[in-house]
Nanobody, 115 residues
Framework: EVQLVESGGGLVQPGGSLRLSCAAS????????MTWFRQAPGKGLEWVSTINRSGGSPDYRDSVKGRFTISRDNAKNTLYLQLISLKPEDTATYYC????????RGQGTQVTVSS
């Protein structure tokens, strides 16, 4: 059974930083590209970033380029998302997913950017 458990969210002031983690189990982590999504209150699921199986070729939505960094540790079966220079519009629940549509995702971790 695929299990994805996100952590690391919280309340942060504009300009602040967070590091999100996603602990994966129940599948061969190194065999899958992995993706971060987010969902703001009242809005749909939004793609944020994808990384390939070996940790290369990161891709980002335009609004987070230069501020977010996706990475993975296949030895630890863990996906990461480093967030810096956070803005109020980054407020959302962040999910990691094993599929490009985000259907198989974890329970999410809340990121709130507010002064």
């Amino acid at each position: 059974e695929v299990q994805l458990v996100e952590s690391g969210g919280g309340l942060v002031q504009p300009g602040g930083s967070l590091r999100l983690s996603c602990a994966a189990s129940g599948f061969i982590f190194s065999s899958y590209a992995m993706t971060w999504f987010r969902q703001a209150p009242g809005k749909g699921l939004e793609w944020v970033s994808t990384i390939n199986r070996s940790g290369g070729s990161p891709d980002y939505r335009d609004s987070v380029k230069g501020r977010f960094t996706i990475s993975r540790d296949n030895a630890k079966n863990t996906l990461y998302l480093q967030l810096i220079s956070l803005k109020p519009e980054d407020t959302a629940t962040y999910y990691c997913a094993i599929d490009p549509a985000g259907r198989q995702r974890g329970q999410g971790t809340q990121v709130t950017v507010s002064s």
